[in-house]
């Protein structure tokens, strides 16, 4: 008898290899682990709404269930007309011009068209500009599709504004587009009208593509209002991303777009490229499709959460109050989103490993948060904490983080 040849082990594809999203990596695993074993985590680690009490609403439900008889076949891979047809009022809204129905893709959310833009675009060794802090999807779906990414710095002194300087320093001329999030993950920074026509004069001047992450744009405190980047110029080529996750609480449902605008002429080929993507995937979830049209002509009652006195709101300040109560912890308030991103001072916190010092928190005080370097920070002093824990909760989670960090200190 002849014994069968060891099996060569099974090895993922070296397209993985730069390619990282912490937001669900190994102490989410530890914690996951850890609720098996009967422990119960206080999580400020994902923006999840429907897990915190923050309903989707009703006639958001109630259309999806009506339609959901009409949903069983394939839609247009662009999407349903009356999704799309509604996305192009809110252009209309947002004051982005000259999009039409073609111009217009929806998605599995606002994540799977991110994977398929930058897919549509990148060749090896071409460049995207995209901020540090980020929202980790978008530098690990330019790595994914051989592109490199180029982290710009935004400016914690300055709000956590995009460093403009810093933007035209990174640019070479392999350097194909640049990210925004606004309002921003992990930050909870809104930027003003001015910011963004100086990052449109530079994409003009250097002919980069804008990619605009604009899904939190009603997520946003203290009557501010959203500027759309996409608004402010009708020659730049810029793709705006956006859904009902965060605005309309039902990230589950999978359902978002993505806007091109702009000089459409010049991207013909590129535009070539993301129809066949979209083709090739079919279509977006019917049901979530479906969702779309009510969610944006239907009652906002995200307005009533982020309101003074809305449940958002409250979150946000008590949770702002008490983190920056901690010895050694400043944080900007964030303007909008669900998030906030503190520093811990290095002289009271010698943090080398912030994976680990999050591992440790999680350990001792059963309290999941995500460290600062899982959002393409560079120094391990950062971490991102999510407010959508009930008050109750964010008190015991924030007092535990406190305890925590004064052993730390007195180590
Ligand atoms: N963009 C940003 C900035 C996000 O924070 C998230 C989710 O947290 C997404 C995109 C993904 O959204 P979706 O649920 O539409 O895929």
Redesign the pocket.
Known sequence: TTSAPQAASIHKSGKLANVCYDIRGPVLVRARQMEDEGHKIIKLNI?NLASFGFDAPDEIQQDMIRNLPNSAGYSDSKGIFSARKAVMHYCQQKKIRGVTLDDIYIG?????L?VMAMNALLDPGEEVLLPAPD?P?WTAAVSLSGGTPRHYLCDESNGWLPDLDDIRAKITPNTRAIVI?NPN?PTGALYPPEVLREIVAIAREHGLIIYA?E??DKVLYDGETHTSIGSLSEDVLTIT?N????NYRC?GY???WMIVSGDKRRARDYIEGLDMLASMRLCANVPGQYAIQTALGGYQSIDDLVAPGGRMCRQRDLAHELITAIPGVTCVKPKATLYMFPRLDPKLYPIANDQEFIAELLEAERVLLVQGTGFNWAQPDHFRLVFLPYEGDLREAIGRIARFLETYRNR
């Open positions: 923006g599995n959310g606002v994540s799977e991110i929202y999807l999030i993950n992450d899904v939190y991303f859904g009902l996750s965060k990230c999978r359902a978002g």
